[in-house]
């Protein structure tokens, strides 16, 4: 159920109108990977991506866009094993960093010249994006494992505990 709900909000924040990069997609791939059964961890990434990109169009990049999302995914299942208010904030840059990397490399190959002036052109004029990805990241997954561990902890061993899947 819970991958259903990021799912969800992945879509819809990803066709409403944002800033540029402004989304929970990164923030969600991570917490997925840190909560949800690693089989469906790869999935809800690419489920919003593959859905949102058909609806507002696919782009030359897909490949390395949602390829950064799936190995943020296998960075959260990393975080799992390690989770700690710091481990998150530290793993939520570096997923940042990781889609930055990634998703550049993809546009210079496709949309710059192949040389060392077009590969720094490119990595330059991605900086606004990559702040509005960063923030983005922080921001959303604050809000997504801030709200999920108070959940666990108000839940705690009641009835409704099975709702949330903790590791």
Do not use: Q
């Not at 402004?22 to 999935?43: C, E, H, M, S």
């Not at 919003?48 to 030359?60: E, F, K, Q, Y």
């Not at 975080?79 to 990397?101: N, T």
């Not at 959303?140 to 999920?148: C, D, I, T």
């Amino acid at each position: 159920m819970i991958a259903y709900l990021l799912i969800m909000l992945g879509l819809v924040m990803r066709v409403m109108p944002h800033a540029p990069n402004f989304t929970p997609v990164v923030a969600i791939a991570l917490f997925a990977g840190v909560y949800l059964n690693k089989k469906v961890v790869p999935w809800v990434p690419l489920a919003i991506m593959a859905v949102s990109d058909l609806i507002i169009g696919m782009h030359d990049v897909v490949l390395f866009t949602w390829g950064a999302f799936l190995l943020i995914g296998f960075l959260g299942m990393w975080l799992s094993k390690h989770k700690s208010p710091s481990s998150v904030l530290i793993s939520g840059i570096m997923s940042a960093v990781i889609f930055f990397i990634i998703s550049n490399f993809g546009v210079w190959l496709v949309w710059y010249p192949l040389s060392i002036e077009g590969f720094v052109t490119c990595y330059v004029k991605a900086i606004p994006f990559m702040r509005d990805t960063l923030t983005s990241t922080l921001v959303y997954s604050a809000v997504l494992f801030g709200l999920y561990e108070a959940a666990r902890k108000f839940v705690g061993k009641t009835r409704y505990s099975s709702v949330l899947l903790a590791n």
